[in-house]
């Protein structure tokens, strides 16, 4: 079978995904690998971003936007999103494993990337109240205010 054959059934596949469950972000971060790997990296942009829109912790669809990024010549993005994946994806983990300090310590650095990212911020808070300390409140309200449902997300992970 052609590779563009391949793709084309890989994109109706994803296609259906998407359509049966349009509020995961998986089947988005599947659909724009299908769109980068035939290069059609404006469509794998609008997936990859949706996919952060439902997850934001999602560090996977940071790492291939930021591959994209990479594809199109555009580096400064591309250093952005990897160093996001990376924060967010380790950040969340210490704080699951207890590591508070390592925890606050890469939200730190996904905030200086981007200062309202609520997933950082968020991780960031929670890290902080499990630490005593209570300015933490504070960047769960910032978190709250950029994406109101970010709670949830952190409840499905059970870090809280």
Not at 3 to 23: F, H
Not at 136 to 155: L, N, S, V, Y
Request: overall charge neutral.
């Amino acid at each position: 079978m052609p590779i563009s054959a391949t793709y084309e059934r890989a994109l109706e596949y994803n296609n259906r995904v998407v359509e049966l469950e349009p509020d995961q972000a998986a089947g988005y971060v599947a659909r724009g690998l299908t769109y980068a790997r035939r290069g059609d990296f404006e469509y794998a942009l609008r997936d990859f971003d949706r996919a952060i829109a439902l997850d934001a912790k999602s560090a996977i669809a940071y790492f291939n936007r930021g591959r994209v990024y990479l594809s199109k010549g555009d580096g400064e993005r591309s250093i952005r999103d990897y160093s996001a994946a990376i924060n967010i994806g380790r950040g969340f983990a210490y704080l699951s494993q207890g590591q508070i300090d390592n925890a606050i310590a890469d939200y730190d650095a996904a905030l200086q990337l981007d200062a309202k990212r609520a997933t950082a911020l968020f991780g960031r808070g929670t890290a902080k109240l499990k630490k005593g300390d209570a300015s933490g409140a504070e960047d769960i309200a910032a978190a709250k205010a950029t994406k109101p449902d970010i709670a949830a997300a952190f409840d499905q992970s059970g870090v809280q």
